[in-house]
């Protein structure tokens, strides 16, 4: 990573801790006391081919030792009342930002993978992967409620992988590259500002 990068990584990283310290620990709060332990989430990724790490989340469902894959309509059951609230205004997403002080992401970038997808799709993932994970990115920023929609009425696992593999990963893997092609300062603040301020799309009137 270059060094202005990681720079600005940990300068915004810092910021937005001692700036959101107060939130971070009103939802730590909320969780334990409503929905019990544990607290944070951890879900394995992939950082590159090979490289795994854990990213860090609040945890938005109730516990299950088989849970694997995606989240789709079958998982709508497990999802938490609070959680539904954090997971429309990404708040479970928060803690990364210890994995932004680490260094196992960046600000903007391809979203890291699962393992189980990357040895799906090894020589997509190896150009993909050629820039580090973000904490978001123009795939996340443009795909994010299609994938949604597209996965909410799947009801079991297989149904949701199938449908991910086959519709969601493709279509994110090419705005990926797309990224990568185009990368500069003035589309990084871009897609941090619509991630931070997202369109409303406007009501048409009847």
């Not at 539904?84 to 205004?89: A, N, Q």
């Not at 970038?109 to 799709?121: K, Q």
């Not at 997509?124 to 299609?146: D, E, I, M, S």
Request: glycine share 6%.
């Amino acid at each position: 990573m270059p060094p202005g990068r990681r720079a600005l990584d940990l300068s915004v990283a810092l910021l937005a801790t001692l700036c959101l310290w107060p939130l971070l620990l009103a939802l730590t709060l909320l969780i334990r006391l409503r929905d019990g332990a544990p607290v944070l989430y951890p879900a394995e990724r992939m950082q590159a081919p090979g490289r795994p790490f854990i990213l860090w989340k609040f945890r938005t469902m109730t516990p299950d030792p088989d849970d694997h894959g995606v989240t789709g309509g079958d998982k709508a059951a497990r999802i938490t009342p609070l959680g539904h609230h954090m997971r429309r205004w990404r708040l479970d997403e928060l803690p990364q930002l210890w994995n932004l002080l680490r260094g196992d992401i960046t600000l903007v970038g391809p979203r890291p993978p699962l393992r189980s997808h990357v040895a799906a799709r090894p020589a997509l993932f190896a150009r993909v992967l050629q820039n580090r994970p973000g904490l978001t990115g123009l795939a996340t920023l443009r795909w994010h409620a299609r994938e949604a929609a597209l996965l909410h009425p799947c009801r079991d696992a297989a149904e949701t992988e199938r449908i991910y593999l086959a519709r969601c990963l493709p279509a994110k893997a090419r705005l990926d590259l797309w990224y990568a092609r185009h990368r500069s300062l003035r589309l990084d603040l871009w897609i941090l500002a619509r991630t931070l301020w997202p369109r409303r799309r406007r009501r048409s009137r009847r």
